[in-house]
């Protein structure tokens, strides 16, 4: 039996499977098996070719945003307006063919865009170069699901594309959970927990941990977690993407339905071919992505509101000691302090350390550890700090006394 018809069988019998206290520790060791049978199909195989072609794109720029859905929804016609890069559209599913990247000019930055072939259901399985897809899905800081507003099915295609997302491992609009796991030779389970938990019991964390062959490990629960939550700490190759949910086309549809859509949770209505709702969505795209512009300032000169430092919550964080590595990798062990003007400060200026967490469009002036000499006997003249004298009571010459 191969791992697909081993996934379909695991998933039949939780179907069948009635969801009750007598049932619970059953249906997560089904749940654990489920993942490992996943994680085994996206592993590629040994005797595989090359890598898809088309697929393999370098990162620019301070961010990377994926455009995921179905065929024929608007994915090439938003690239082409949102950026300068030109990608066919036409009125036939399965235009796209490879990876076609874009790059948009925003509030100072670079944000890399990608146009990806429509995946279909199945996708996670392989069906239509879905593995390709999302391999590079997985590799994007925001991901873009562009819905067709004209469709009646239109929660039924979210939901579809938001579970062969997850059946690969990448959990929108989440978080990680709170759950410290570490594997260990010896020593037995070490099982504990800060808060109440209500999803588990001991027993059901000890019968998903042999189930991964873990009779060993130090497991704190500092929440109270589900049991997808504990699978997705043990798996550790789960990735945490902000999701954008598009729904393009709402130029043929009432003002009632575009209310409705808007409204819904990481959701935005665009019209790409009448260019409505566009800028929104950069500034939606700017805010998931958490990206935060910082100035320069030198020492006795004015700010420098040219080139600033663009930092991410994705990529290090923002904080002073990431913008010190963006300009040069020792200058976070020389700081002696930063000044920082702006919305992040209490007063203006105020002396920040490297822990400090940075907002948009703040000015920060770094301020550098004086320079210690290693001997004093280097100085010569005016300059030296110290005599030739000894330095102890006891090694002073007496000087003869005075005649009398």
């Known amino acids: 039996m191969g791992i697909l018809e081993r996934i379909k069988e695991i998933e039949h019998e939780m179907t069948k499977t009635q969801k009750n206290k007598a049932t ?21 195989p040994k005797n595989s070719g090359g890598e898809g072609v088309g697929f393999d794109v370098a990162k620019f720029g301070h961010g990377r945003v994926a455009l995921i859905g179905f065929p024929s929804v608007g994915k090439s016609t938003l690239l ?20 076609i990247p874009g790059v948009i000019h925003y509030k100072d930055s670079k944000i890399q865009l990608l146009d990806l072939p429509g995946i279909i259901e199945g996708a996670s399985e392989g069906k239509g170069r879905g593995r390709q897809v999302i391999a590079v899905a997985k590799s994007a ?10 469709k009646y099915e239109i929660d039924n295609h979210r939901s579809i594309l938001t579970r062969e997302l997850e059946a690969v491992g990448l959990r929108l609009n989440k978080k ?24 588990l019991d001991e027993k059901l964390v000890y019968n998903i941990l042999h189930e991964y062959k873990i009779h060993h490990c130090e497991l704190l629960f500092r929440e109270d977690a589900s049991v997808d939550d ?43 071919y009448m260019e409505l709702g566009l800028d929104y969505l950069l500034e939606r795209m700017w805010d998931a992505m958490g990206l935060v512009r910082v100035y320069t300032k030198k020492q006795g000169h004015k700010p420098d509101f040219e080139e600033p430092v663009i930092l991410s919550d994705n990529r290090g964080g923002t904080s002073v000691e990431q913008f010190c590595q963006h300009l040069h990798r020792d200058l976070a062990k020389q700081l002696e302090y930063a000044a920082v003007w702006g919305t992040s400060s209490k007063h203006l200026p105020q002396r920040c350390g490297t822990a400090h967490r940075l907002e948009d469009e703040d000015v920060v002036q770094i301020v550098k550890k004086k320079k210690a000499v290693a001997d004093n006997s280097e100085l010569r003249g005016r300059f030296r700090t110290e005599k030739d004298e000894p330095k102890r009571i006891a090694d002073r010459v007496k000087k003869a006394p005075l005649k009398t």
Request: charged share 25%.
């Open 24 to 44: 619970e520790h059953h249906l997560g060791s089904l749940k654990a098996k489920l993942a490992k049978l996943r994680t085994q199909l996206l592993e590629p």
């Open 80 to 99: 082409s307006t949102l950026t300068k890069t030109e990608s066919e559209a036409a009125a036939y599913e399965f235009t796209t063919l490879t990876c």
């Open 141 to 150: 800081d925001l991901i873009l699901m562009v819905l067709d507003a004209s």
């Open 176 to 199: 990680a959970p709170e759950i410290y796991f570490k594997r260990k030779k010896t020593g037995g389970i070490s099982f504990n927990s800060t808060v109440p938990l209500t999803k």
């Open 230 to 272: 504990l699978i997705d700490v043990i798996e550790g190759n789960r990735r945490y993407v902000p999701c954008l949910y598009v729904y393009n086309k709402a130029d043929v549809v009432s003002v009632e339905e575009v209310d409705a859509l808007a409204r819904q949770d990481y959701s935005v209505a665009i019209s790409c």
